[in-house]
């Protein structure tokens, strides 16, 4: 990213190794399997379990329905603005700082 470009034109694009669930409340669960050769070993002497799972609320669920490579942040900050209205502001110092999280935890990607 070149800090000349405008940060609402990027595309977000789930990372294919990370799985995820609809669960029963309609919110979704993500499950990040631990399976580096540094986390296996740990894993080992440890005791860790070999996956841990992230539950999204449901501004984050919505977000995490809607990233399907095509749609811009800009396209996904007006899709949350018609389905939350106000809870969901300000809008998109909320869905960049969200994104950014995704992006630093390697669960997506910008384009």
Known sequence: ???DDNYLEYIPI???RIQWRDREDDL???????NSLFERIIRKLFFTPDKFKIDLDHIGSFIWKNIDGEKSIYDLGELV???FKGDAEP??????QYLNILKNNKFIELI
């Open 1 to 3: 990213m070149k800090k």
């Open 14 to 16: 789930k990372n294919e």
């Open 28 to 34: 979704i669960q993500l499950i990040v399997h631990r």
């Open 81 to 83: 603005k018609h389905e």
């Open 91 to 96: 809008l998109y110092e909320r869905l960049i």
